[in-house]
């Protein structure tokens, strides 16, 4: 376990295991570092695998004030981490929030990504006014009920009953972090981050001129994400996109096999084009 600093001197929590070349684990709103425990163990036979836990997120810091929360901190933090690790190129692995800036960095930063996967991205791109309005909504019960409260939620959102069905260990795991994390860090993360991030089509002409290897994961039940994921295999010059059967948002916890195998022979795939 270490930790870095990012640009604004917030502490970041990050895990790594393994050795080869670095492969960065980027969480969700609901996760944790601990969401990729099952893809670090099969990747770091073969890669360097480290995992954070975004500002917010004990044990990362969690400052006090909304304003210190935004993708762009989100993406300063990732770059944080990787210069704090010393990590010169790597792959990027995101799902859903860590997926949305994990794409900034690699907009911002391309020379520095090998590959990026993008899971369970664009929420809230086909309706950005519910999306936002829903950000608050999140924010105002975790001040008044606090991480149970929107555990209970989140549990019952159609996007992820699946995870309960199929993976009860994984939804139990996925409770018992949503339960210790922070009623402050998720509200200031859901104002910050979720309810000012931008729609993913605002960004269309950077993306079109965007020269790193793509794999998009998105599960044919997560609706806010299917478009979304759709129009980056289009607009993207090297995108490949997989779609998931009977799978909701969470397709690494959900079909963690299947999801292995499909990323780890992209790395490997996207390592031999780039050497």
């Given at each position: ?26 969480h969700e709103y609901g996760g944790s570092c601990r969401s990729f ?239």
């Open positions: 376990m270490k930790s870095v600093r990012s640009a604004d001197g917030t502490r970041i929590h990050c895990e790594e295991s393994g050795a080869g070349t670095p492969v960065v684990f980027v425990d099952l893809q670090v163990a099969a990747f770091r036979q073969r890669f360097r695998c480290v995992a954070f836990n975004a500002r917010g997120y004990p044990p990362s810091a969690i400052p006090p004030t909304v304003d210190s929360y935004s993708q762009d901190h989100a993406v300063a933090d990732i770059a944080a981490v990787m210069d704090g690790l010393g990590l010169d190129r790597v792959h990027l692995v995101g799902v859903s929030m860590g997926a949305a800036s994990t794409l900034q960095y690699s907009l911002r930063e391309p020379a520095r990504v090998v590959s990026a996967t993008l899971v369970g991205i664009g929420s809230g791109s086909d309706d950005p006014s519910t999306f936002r309005a829903n950000a608050e909504a999140n924010a105002k019960l975790l001040e008044s009920r606090g991480m149970a409260a929107l555990l209970a939620q989140m549990s019952e959102s159609p996007t992820r009953r699946r995870l309960k069905d199929k993976n009860p260990p994984e939804f139990r795991r996925f409770s018992e972090q949503m339960l210790a994390m922070s009623p402050l860090g998720h509200g200031n993360t859901s104002r910050g981050v979720q309810g000012r991030r931008p729609t993913l089509y605002v960004h269309e002409k950077r993306l079109a001129a965007l020269r790193v290897p793509v794999l998009v994961v998105v599960g044919d039940e997560d609706e806010p994400c299917r478009k979304p994921s759709e129009f980056l295999e289009r607009v993207l010059p090297d995108a490949r996109l997989r779609v998931f059967p009977q799978t909701g948002h969470c397709v690494n916890l959900e079909n963690p096999e299947e999801f292995n195998s499909l990323c780890l022979a992209f790395l490997d795939e996207t390592a031999v084009a780039r050497a």
